[in-house]
């Protein structure tokens, strides 16, 4: 894996950098709150980690610099029990 977060981390072209990366998630809460659950296909995309994760990347995407962050550090998720 990457250390997050990451951003303008791939030259696509000389002197032109993207954001790449790809995070696996293992767990995730409805909302904030939540008890923590394994994630899974259908509840991941609409979690409160990934949404978190998701509206960080577009708004920094948006004023320019796309970044990556680790959900898990961010909203503060506990591991699994």
Same mark, same amino acid.
């Given at each position: 894996?990457?250390?997050? !977060?990451? @951003?303008?981390?791939? &030259?696509?072209? !000389? ?14 809460? #409805? ?10 296909? @259908?509840?991941? !995309?609409?979690?409160? &980690?990934?949404?978190?994760? #998701? ?7 948006? #004023? ?6 680790? !959900?898990?550090?961010?909203? @503060? ?5």
């Amino acid at each position: 894996g990457i250390a997050l !977060p990451v @951003s303008a981390n791939v &030259e696509v072209a !000389p002197g032109q950098k993207v954001t790449v990366g790809a995070f696996q998630f293992d767990r995730l809460r #409805d909302k904030k709150g939540d008890k923590v659950q394994k994630a899974d296909h @259908s509840g991941t !995309p609409a979690s409160y &980690e990934a949404m978190t994760q #998701d509206l960080h990347f577009v708004s920094r995407w948006r #004023d320019g610099k796309a970044e990556i962050v680790d !959900p898990y550090v961010v909203t @503060s998720t506990p591991p699994l029990p």
